[in-house]
Nanobody, 125 residues
Framework: QVQLVESGGGLVQAGDSLRLSCAAS????????MGWFRQAPGKEREFVSF????????AYTDSVKGRFTISRDNAKNTVYLQMNSLKPDDTAIYYC??????????????????WGQGTQVTVSS
């Protein structure tokens, strides 16, 4: 059974940093693409970032480029999202996602097979 457990969310002030972690179960982590999405109240879930299976490829939504960094440790079955210079607009529930599909954009919800329960990030102004 595949499980994803996010941690690291919290309440911070604008300009602060947070690091989200997502611990994954299962024996195919190193071959799966991992993504982060977020969902603000009243809005649809949106793509934030993804990292390919061996970290050779990463991508970010424009609003977080230069501020967020995705990384993974395949030995620990964990993916991270380092978030710097946080803004109130970053406030959302952040979800970790796992994809076993190949040749996808990895920017859409439908590109992923498994999801975590989410962790709340709140940025005050």
């Amino acid at each position: 059974q595949v499980q994803l457990v996010e941690s690291g969310g919290g309440l911070v002030q604008a300009g602060d940093s947070l690091r989200l972690s997502c611990a994954a179960s299962g024996d195919t982590f190193s071959t799966d693409t991992m993504g982060w999405f977020r969902q603000a109240p009243g809005k649809e879930r949106e793509f934030v970032s993804f990292i390919s299976q061996r970290a050779g490829l990463t991508a970010y939504t424009d609003s977080v480029k230069g501020r967020f960094t995705i990384s993974r440790d395949n030995a620990k079955n964990t993916v991270y999202l380092q978030m710097n210079s946080l803004k109130p607009d970053d406030t959302a529930i952040y979800y970790c996602a796992r994809s076993r599909w190949q040749y996808r954009s990895y920017r859409r919800v439908d590109d992923y097979n498994f999801w975590g329960q989410g962790t709340q990030v709140t940025v005050s102004s």
